[in-house]
């Protein structure tokens, strides 16, 4: 069943990048796709804060993931995690992150949103 295979992918998520579980924690464990967009969050917020090596970790892990993704990974990649990349970010951050995206995460992001990352006030 997806849902089974979408919470195993966040627990493993949780296990490599624990930082993301206290913005996890604010919501329902029920809640898979805003758990997910938490985890996009955490990275633009490193990108915001110039921890770019941990960013990249995390951005490799989710690259190498698509890969061999299921069909129900994929989806939470492409939707909740790609396309929620920069939300909030900073003109810092995101001049800092963008080209850090590995080229198949980019295209999903450029797929949905047509364009770059930018500030959005």
């Keep these: 069943m997806a849902k089974s295979e979408i919470r195993q992918f966040l627990k493993e998520i949780r296990t490599k990048f624990p930082d993301v579980v206290p913005l996890m924690e604010k919501h329902e464990k029920w809640a898979l796709t805003f758990l997910m967009e938490e985890f996009a969050n955490l990275t633009t917020i490193l990108f915001n804060q110039g921890n770019l090596e941990e960013a990249l970790e995390q951005l490799q892990y989710m690259s190498e993931k698509l890969d061999t993704a299921t069909k129900a990974e994929f989806e939470y990649i492409d939707v909740y995690y790609t396309e929620h990349l920069f939300w909030k970010g ?3 951050g995101i001049e800092r992150g963008w080209p850090l995206v590995p080229g198949n995460l980019k295209k999903l ?3 949905f949103h047509g364009k770059a990352p930018r500030v959005v006030v």
């Design 90 to 92: 900073t003109k810092e």
């Design 109 to 111: 992001y450029l797929g």
